[in-house]
């Protein structure tokens, strides 16, 4: 069993940016696929960025640029930097582990992104 927990999100303006954090409560780093995602209110859930077990990275068109995916061996923590966001960013976001990059296994309770035009 693994646990997620975000934290980081806020309210910002347009053109802000925010660091979200995702600490797992045992050891993930190159032992699980990571990945964060969000759901905006009436929509589907999205995916946004991947960190494989070996370190690639991956990013959904409409954050690519702008947002950056890592992760801290030491804190067991995952981290998702986000610049230049944009309304339509706000969602509630969402980290996910798995041992395969999907479908995954272990999700945390999300933390929210607003941003202000």
């Known amino acids: 069993q693994v646990q997620l927990v975000e934290s980081g999100g806020g309210s910002v303006q347009s053109g802000g940016s925010l660091r979200l954090s995702c600490v797992a409560s045992?050891?993930?780093?190159?032992?699980?696929?990571m990945a964060w995602y969000r759901q905006a209110p009436g929509k589907e859930r999205e995916w946004v960025s991947t960190i494989s077990t070996d370190g690639t990275t991956s990013y959904a068109s409409s954050v690519k640029g702008r947002f950056t995916i890592s992760q801290s061996n030491a804190k067991n923590t995952l981290y998702l930097q986000m610049n230049s966001l944009k309304p339509e960013d706000t969602a509630m976001y969402y980290c996910?582990?798995?041992?395969?990059?999907?479908?995954?296994?272990?999700w945390g309770q999300g933390t929210q992104v607003t941003v202000s035009s």
């Open positions: 045992r050891y993930t780093y190159s032992s699980y696929c």
């Open positions: 996910a582990a798995g041992v395969v990059c999907g479908p995954y296994n272990y």
